[in-house]
């Protein structure tokens, strides 16, 4: 095997620009999503290295070192981290020019050619799912004999090797969760609705939801949700809960958890069997959730653990919803929040402002909407056309990006990209501040969170820190709008 290294190079100072990420930015409160995509192939390859520069601040100058005996660098990159990305990869070349440093991710799946023309640096660049991609690369395969991978030849012309198969036997892929254990400060990662520390992971990939804006189901993983057996998912939260026992909360990172509902029952009563949701017992597990899940299955999932539903309601207006395929009725994620008011399931919705048909009477009654079914926490997000997506193949055709196709200003912070002649840019922009004042400045939801300081004192110190990051982001936006 080749001395690989897997790597998320550094970036901006608290950019969440990995591969677990949604958005790759950097977030209202500072946050970080675990390398889970360059976490699986690193578990494939004997004796390789897992670099998260980002999320344990560490520079150029903390990680070089670690390329000088390398052969093969693996380098996760996204949109608004490539020109960076870029960077450190030709500081790798011009401190090992014999190593091979390859991209992967949706970024160079989609604009292969472009990221491989961008830098000499690059040797490769690998489509598709590539964790056995990366296998062979490892195992020191001729390119010419790798499937999902684009070169350049002797003669300088890019090569496109054949499309890689897509992963059928998701129980042969191994535990991520022995890498983050083995290379990762479990510390250095925390999500601000989640306990920490947490451990997240997926069981499965691919997406049944068409929304038009999402990235992964759109390139790498997707429609097709395609799973481990339970039986595999409860040997790696056994995994976490002998090795990492200070883990106070697991994540189900799978797009839509309950894409399959027979299988999320069948996973929540195989959880309570090893003890969540018993009293006393120390962990509690959360997971992805589309806004329709029936109040049976709620129950079963609270009952035997869950503690948190991540929902995607992205809008309170009906139309918009149709505009981006959804594939949900308002009136139906009303209910379904209702039920998990009434069952003592927390929830985390995240809403976008900019999604095509928005107007300001659009925006507005999304606000209101949110503050109706008040969910625990919030995410307010400008629409983000990634390449590769129906929205971004949209913008294109209709003429809508505002001022070019940068994703986030030059401090890694989301700018909004889309423009429409009734509602520019700079007011979408400025929506997102107010609708997160609208939401968490209100008696009712200064109240709450108040009184959960008060009972827990690592909350207070907790919320009081992200208080202070939450001002600084809206200062810090108001500065680069």
């Known amino acids: 095997m080749k001395r690989t290294i897997f790597l998320q190079a550094p970036s901006f100072h608290g950019f969440d620009g990995g591969a677990g990420a949604r958005y790759q930015a950097k977030r209202e409160i500072k946050s970080f999503w675990y390398p889970t995509w360059l976490a699986q192939p690193a578990a494939m390859v004997p004796g390789s290295k897992l670099i998260d520069a980002p999320a344990h601040d560490q520079s150029w100058e903390d990680i070089a070192h670690e390329f000088d005996t390398a052969e ?10 490539f020109m960076q990305d870029i960077k450190t990869a030709e500081l790798i070349k011009a401190r090992n020019p014999n190593c091979l440093v390859g991209f992967v991710g949706a970024k160079v799946m989609i604009e292969t050619e472009q990221s491989l023309e961008a830098s000499t640096a690059i040797d490769f660049v690998a489509r598709e799912e590539y964790d056995y991609t ?37 129980d042969a ?56 057996s339970v039986a595999k998912v409860i040997e790696e939260i056994q995994y976490i809960l002998k090795e990492i026992p200070e883990t106070k909360e697991i994540f189900f990172d799978d797009d839509t958890l309950t894409d399959d509902i ?11 069997e090893l003890g ?23 129950e079963i999932m609270k009952a035997n653990g869950c503690r948190l539903l991540l929902v ?28 998990c008011h009434e069952l003592g399931i927390a929830i985390h919705g995240t809403f976008i402002l900019g999604l095509p048909g928005e107007t300001l009477e659009t925006i507005e009654e999304t606000i209101r909407y949110a503050q109706e079914i008040n969910p625990h926490t ?33 401090g890694g912070h989301q700018i909004a990209q889309l423009s429409y002649p009734h509602l520019p840019a700079s007011v979408i922009h400025a929506k997102v501040e107010e609708f997160y004042k609208r939401f968490y400045f209100r008696p009712r939801k200064i109240g709450a969170i108040v009184n959960e300081m008060v009972r827990d004192w690592d909350m207070m110190k907790r919320r009081l820190r992200e208080g202070v990051e939450f001002f600084q982001f809206l200062r810090q936006r108001k500065e680069a709008a």
Request: charged share 20%.
């Open 262 to 272: 027979d299988r999320v029952e069948k996973l929540a009563i195989a959880m309570g």
């Open 72 to 81: 093969l660098v693996i380098l996760h990159t996204s949109t608004p981290s």
């Open 173 to 228: 892929l191994p535990m991520v969760s022995p890498m983050y254990k083995r290379d990762l400060k479990i510390d250095n990662y925390f999500i601000g609705y989640l306990k920490a520390p947490y451990v997240s992971f997926y069981t499965g990939r691919g997406c049944k939801s068409r929304c038009t804006f999402c990235l992964w189901p759109q390139t790498i993983s997707g429609h097709r949700y395609r799973s481990r």
């Open 312 to 339: 995607g309601y992205e809008s309170g207006n009906q139309q918009i919803l149709h505009n981006i395929k959804k594939g949900l009725r308002v009136e139906v994620a009303r209910e379904f929040t209702k039920n």
């Open 378 to 410: 919030i995410q307010v997000s400008l629409a983000a056309p990634y390449p590769g997506t129906f929205l971004y193949n949209q913008a294109v055709e209709n003429g809508w990006f505002a001022g070019g196709k940068p994703m986030t200003d030059d």
């Open 134 to 170: 990366c296998v062979d690369l490892a195992e020191g395969k001729p390119f010419a004999e790798i499937d999902g991978i684009s070169y350049r030849g002797p003669d300088g012309k890019i090569i496109h090797n054949k499309n890689r198969a897509i992963i059928e036997d998701m």
């Open 276 to 298: 969540f949701g018993k009293p006393g017992f120390p962990l509690t597990w959360s997971c992805n959730a589309k806004a329709n899940v029936p109040r049976k299955t709620l």
